[in-house]
C-alpha cells in the first residue's frame, strides 16, 4: 500500500486493483482520448478518490509516481495465472470444481449474464466472480474440495464483498482459463458431443464465456483490456525512468 498526502489529507493507493475500482477504469473509455496533461491525476484519482483539482496543483512527478504504480496493478490477460482458491477476510474460497456438470440456475444466471451489453456486463462483474468462487466447505486436499451449492441470496451478499475487496486478477485469470481449456474439445464431433453430457455441458460454459470476454475485450466496444494498458502506457512513458529511479 502507498500512502500519500494531499493539501493535508491522506490518501492511500492499494497493492491490488479490486473488481469496482478496475470497473471504473475501464468504464470512462474517453480517458484516453483527451488531448491534455491531466490522465495521470485522474487514473490516481479514481482508485484513490483524491480529489482531482488536489492532485492536479501536486507535484508532476509525484503525480507521475503514483499513476505508474496504478499502472502497475491493472491485469494483463496474457499473463494473469488462474487460481483455484484463495482466502479472503479469514474465509476461504474455492473455484467452482464441478464446473464441468453445473446446476441448470448456474447456467442460466451465467447465460443471463452474457448476453448483456459490454457497459451491463461489467457492472456485473462482481456477481460473476460471486457465481464461480464460493466458500469451500469441504476439502480433501489444497486443490480437491467441496464448495458451497448454489444459492441465489448468499450469493449477492458475496458478490458485494468482492467487489470491494476481491483482487481483479482472480476473475481475469478465471475467464481467460475457459479458452486455454476449449483448445481441447477442437477434435470433438456432433455425435460424440451427444454421447456424453457432461463435454456438452463443458463446450457450453466455455461458449458463454467466450461470450463475455469476446464483449470485454472488443475494440468495438470499451477499448479492452489490453489497448487499455497500451494507452496507458503511452501516456506514462516519459516518467518511467523517474520511476525507476523512485
Known sequence: MIKFKIDGEQYFLPDVMNIEQYVK???VKDLFTDEDNYLPAK???MVSDAPINDLLEAEYEDISFLASHVLSLLPN????????RFELNGIHYGFFPNWKDLTFAEFIDLD???TKKPEELLDMLHILAAIMYRPIIEEKSQHNFK?????VETMKERSELFKKQLNINYLIGAQ?????????????TLPSLTKNLSIWNQIRLIWIMWRMIFKMTSNQSL???????DSLRMILQNTKSFTKKM
Open 43 to 45: 487514473l490516481v484519482s
Open 112 to 114: 443471463t449474464i452474457s
Open 223 to 229: 477499448g479492452g483490456t489490453l489497448s487499455l494498458t
Open 147 to 151: 464448495i458451497e451449492e448454489y444459492n
Open 176 to 188: 481467460f482459463f475457459f479458452i486455454k481449456y476449449a483448445s481441447r474439445f477442437s477434435s470433438y
Open 25 to 27: 477504469i475501464y468504464k
Open 77 to 84: 490477460k496474457d499473463n494473469v495465472p488462474f487460481v483455484d
